[in-house]
């Protein structure tokens, strides 16, 4: 939170610098006239035709008025104005937590239902995950990417809003179509262990096996449980689907691929827990269970939501400005032109 902004309403973030309102004024009071100046200055031809422009006109006093407003303006935009809005409440946990999300080839199998409508795997989890994220206010909140390799989406952030952005704009095969569970574990506690955090929780999430990466996901789970991690695992997928084939309809288990042992494993070696997602319900529900295992603290931090309005009093100085250099130069165009094509042009003019 900025400097100043203790109270509701608007307010200066640098107030000081409204100190130097008088400063152009000190300035010009202090310049001394150059030594023969009137002999020493560059004639221009038709400098003396735009002087009797201006000439008469009283424009002087205006244009200083101008300008000492512009100078105002510049140094109110400088000063950083901002909105400061009514005190907002974050629950404090001190957990750091990673969601590890399959995006692998297999995740667009459409085997889940979502609003009434086929959908495949990966859109329901945006829709369960985003929920959970948006809903772990005073968590850090990670996102871990991956199908043949896996990837840091989202460093650990107490934003959880663009988390879940993030999560809802992820696609299929983005980071290959195979799936390195081990992978995404390692990278997982690569990024887990460089914080201090009380709690550090992985939430991983995927429908299928190992099939790729450079390290097995028990090999990986050894090191997690070294570092204190405690892994979720979830299963996706259903367990029957009615798919249309040369022969005509037949019943498939389209989860054949899921290695649930391995996922129960890796969760009951960290002090974790397994679940099974056979539909979007079933999803949301697991997600619930998770909020009750790593329960949002109440402990709370009191903040302000602070709202920058410099570009306000910046875009007024610019008018300002242009509008002064505009007063100066078109009266001076005319003026500016040869006497005899001056005279052309307003006989011209005349009806």
């Known amino acids: 939170m900025a400097e100043g902004a203790a109270v509701e309403g608007l307010t200066l973030a640098w107030p000081w610098l409204l100190a130097l309102a008088p400063l152009p004024w000190l300035v010009r009071r202090s310049m001394k006239p150059a030594p023969g100046g009137a002999l020493q200055a560059l004639r221009v031809p038709w400098f003396e035709r735009v002087r009797e422009g201006m000439a008469g006109t009283g424009k002087r006093p205006v244009l200083a008025l101008v300008a000492g407003l512009a100078w105002l303006v510049l140094l109110l935009a400088a000063a950083r104005p901002q909105w400061v809005g009514e005190?907002?409440?974050?629950?404090?946990?001190?957990?750091?937590?990673?969601?590890?999300?399959?995006?692998?080839?297999?995740?667009?199998?459409?085997?889940?239902?979502?609003g009434n409508k086929p959908v495949n795997r990966l859109a329901v989890v945006k829709k369960v995950a985003g929920e959970f994220i948006q809903g772990r206010k005073g968590d850090r909140v990670g996102l871990v990417?991956?199908?043949?390799?896996?990837?840091?989406?989202?460093?650990?952030?107490?934003?959880?809003?663009?988390?879940?952005?993030l999560l809802e704009e992820s696609e299929i095969g983005l980071a290959g179509r195979e799936t390195a569970i081990g992978d995404a574990i390692g990278l997982s506690v690569k990024r887990?262990?460089?914080?201090?955090?009380?709690?550090?929780?992985?939430?991983?999430?995927?429908?299928?096996?190992?099939?790729?990466?450079?390290?097995?996901?028990?090999?990986?789970?050894?090191?997690?449980?070294?570092?204190?991690?405690?892994i979720y695992t979830v299963g996706v997928g259903a367990d029957?689907?009615?798919?249309?084939?040369?022969?005509?309809?037949?019943?498939?288990?389209?989860?054949?691929?899921?290695?649930?042992?391995?996922?129960?494993?890796?969760?009951?070696?960290t002090g974790g827990a397994y679940f099974r997602a056979r539909d979007a319900e079933a999803l949301a529900e697991i997600y619930g269970q998770l909020d009750e295992l790593?329960?949002?603290?109440?402990?709370?931090?009191?903040?302000?939501?602070?709202?920058?309005?410099?570009?306000?009093?910046?875009?007024?100085?610019?008018a300002l400005v242009l509008g002064g250099v505009m007063t100066v130069l078109l009266p001076g165009v005319r003026w500016a032109l040869p006497r005899g094509e001056a005279g052309v042009r307003s006989n011209r003019a005349r009806p």
């Open 192 to 230: 887990l262990r460089e914080d201090a955090a009380s709690e550090r929780v992985l939430i991983l999430l995927t429908d299928g096996a190992n099939t790729s990466g450079e390290v097995q996901p028990m090999q990986a789970t050894e090191f997690a449980a070294r570092e204190g991690l405690r």
């Open 240 to 269: 029957e689907m009615m798919v249309q084939d040369f022969f005509g309809s037949r019943l498939v288990n389209p989860s054949a691929d899921l290695d649930e042992d391995t996922l129960r494993a890796i969760a009951e070696r």
């Open 145 to 165: 990417l991956f199908g043949s390799r896996a990837y840091l989406q989202t460093p650990l952030t107490f934003d959880t809003e663009t988390t879940a952005i």
């Open 87 to 114: 005190i907002e409440t974050l629950p404090i946990t001190g957990r750091d937590l990673l969601l590890a999300v399959d995006i692998s080839g297999s995740m667009d199998t459409q085997d889940m239902v979502l």
């Open 294 to 318: 790593e329960p949002v603290e109440s402990d709370q931090e009191a903040i302000r939501p602070v709202d920058e309005l410099f570009f306000w009093p910046l875009a007024a100085a610019f």
